[in-house]
């Protein structure tokens, strides 16, 4: 049976459009659709003088596998007229829309993998719809979809989100992050024994489920400069980092740590790990990029469906150029295919 890969447009003044239209021109071994306006990605590829047959869809369909050049669309009408480059708050709920159907979709299990170009967030917000990001909202349509389960009953927005962890992965390197959107002076109070716990627990299950990993090794960072330097920089890795990782070696899973994290990229030390915990999004994430910009992804773990994303943002200074690279879009869809097969593999 073929896969079912649907992208989402994202914002559509950013450059998703146009990476949408890039992606088609590529032979996938998949069923691909876009969710997003039809017209929208027809005059995009005008303006980018690619060719574009566009074949209208929904998910409970059957799909033909891609050929380049052709895309399916789930259609989702823009509000007003979008210019690139150029934020407009009425088409907040378009992009709001294209996420909620494409979690619906895959909580029906219609679809095997969403792969979802940038949104921006604070234009989302600017509407009056409270969004802190792709890895929160799935987390809590997933919450919602399982209360539905478990009660039988139609399930209020204030269900319990699933618990999810953000992990950014290229070429020889994943680091997955405690902690994700939290300005710097509140990040050393969300470390906590219990959050540090259940990420841990659940980065070592993703990787021996999602990427076929039997013993993962897993280096565990350190919050503060030199690891808090016994207790002279800082006192969380004496207080709840260390207990947490002994507590959880001691039940077999494979840690480091806690590391010193201005020694813990070098390049002798990357092979001996399957992934990294950060402490907060920006001690693991500049390594990472600047590693394998347009060439990693965001995988959010603990969904019960594949998300994978690109690893910019919305660009909108590149946007109606026809500059933009989609070599992180490629990588998500190529990643999200990887982590289907993991997944049907015996």
């Known amino acids: 049976m073929v896969s079912r890969v649907l992208v989402t447009t994202g914002e559509p003044a950013g450059i998703g459009p146009e990476l949408l239209v890039r992606l088609a021109q590529r032979q996938w071994p998949c069923a691909l659709a876009a969710i997003g306006d039809a017209d929208l990605l027809q005059q995009t590829a005008a303006r980018l003088q690619v060719p574009l047959q566009l074949q209208r869809t929904d998910s409970k369909v059957e799909w033909p596998v891609h050929q380049p050049g052709h895309l399916l669309c789930i259609p989702v009408p823009l509000t007003t007229a979008v210019v690139p480059g150029q934020l407009a708050v009425a088409n907040a709920p378009f992009v709001v829309a294209q996420l909620q159907q494409a979690a619906d979709a895959a909580l029906a299990g219609d679809i095997d993998a969403i792969v979802t170009n940038p949104v921006h967030k604070g234009i989302i917000n600017d509407s009056g719809l409270p969004f802190t990001g792709h890895t929160e909202f799935f987390a809590a349509c997933a919450g919602v979809a399982a209360a539905r389960r478990v009660t039988g009953a139609v399930a209020g927005a204030d269900a319990e989100p699933v618990p999810v962890l953000m992990l950014l992965a290229t070429e020889g390197l994943r ?5 994700t959107h939290l300005p710097l002076r509140a990040v050393a109070d969300a470390i906590t024994a219990a959050r540090l716990r259940h990420v841990l627990q659940l980065l070592a299950r993703e990787l021996r489920q999602r990427f076929a ?45 806690p590391l010193s994290a201005d020694t813990a990229f070098n390049a002798d030390k990357l092979p001996q790990f399957d992934a990294y915990l950060a402490m907060y999004h920006d001690q693991g994430l500049p390594v990472l990029k600047a590693r394998g910009f347009h060439r990693s992804v965001n995988i959010t773990l603990g969904l019960p469906f594949i998300r994978t994303s690109v690893d910019h943002g919305t660009a909108l200074d590149l946007a109606g150029r026809g500059v933009a690279d989609a070599g992180s879009l490629c990588y998500a869809t190529e990643v999200a295919l990887d982590l289907i097969a993991k997944r049907t593999t015996p």
Do not use: F, Y
């Open 175 to 179: 680091v997955a992050l405690a902690t």
């Open 213 to 257: 990993l039997s013993a993962p090794r897993i280096a565990v960072l350190g919050l503060n400069p030199h690891a808090g330097e016994g207790g002279h920089l800082g006192d969380e890795e004496i207080r709840v980092i260390e207990p947490v990782i002994r507590e959880l070696q001691a039940q077999g899973l494979n840690l480091i740590g």
